[in-house]
Nanobody
Framework: EVHIVESGGGLVQAGGSLRLSCAAS????????IGWFRQAPGKEREAVSSLRTRDGTTNYADSVKGRFTISSDGAKNMIWLQMNSLKPEDTGVYYCVAERGFYITLWNMIGDYWGQGTQVTVSS
C-alpha cells in the first residue's frame, strides 16, 4: 500500500524559511519522480519542484527558482523541500506527489500518488 505523508508546514513571516518533509513508502522509489505541488485558495494548482530519484535531476518553477531546494534521502525514502526567502504568494497547501517514469518532469507531471497536503502560510 502506498503512503505519502507531508509535514513541516506552518505560519511564517515573509523572508522566513520552512522545510517541508515527505515520507514515501509502498512503491519502487527509484522508478519514480517525486514532486511538490501547491495550491492557493482560488488559484490553479502549481507544480513547484521535482526530483528524479534515479539520477537526482531536479527542476523548479520559475517562481521559486533560487529560493527553494528539493532533496532526498533514497535510503529512507524521504524527500524535503527547503523554502527560503518566503513570500506571501508562496502561501498554499503543499502536496508531495509521486509519478512513475524516467521521462516525467515538473512540466508533464500529473501524479500517480498524492499526499494529503500541508498548509504553508506566509504573512506580510
Amino acid at each position: 500500500e502506498v503512503h505519502i505523508v507531508e509535514s513541516g508546514g506552518g505560519l511564517v513571516q515573509a523572508g522566513g524559511s520552512l522545510r517541508l518533509s515527505c515520507a514515501a513508502s509502498g512503491f519502487a522509489y527509484d522508478d519514480y519522480v517525486i514532486g511538490w505541488f501547491r495550491q492557493a485558495p482560488g488559484k490553479e494548482r502549481e507544480a513547484v519542484s521535482s526530483l528524479r530519484t534515479r539520477d537526482g535531476t531536479t527542476n523548479y518553477a520559475d517562481s521559486v527558482k533560487g529560493r527553494f531546494t528539493i532533496s532526498s534521502d533514497g535510503a529512507k525514502n524521504m524527500i524535503w523541500l527547503q523554502m527560503n526567502s518566503l513570500k506571501p504568494e508562496d502561501t498554499g497547501v503543499y502536496y508531495c506527489v509521486a509519478e512513475r517514469g524516467f521521462y516525467i518532469t515538473l512540466w508533464n507531471m500529473i501524479g500517480d500518488y498524492w499526499g494529503q497536503g500541508t498548509q504553508v502560510t506566509v504573512s506580510s
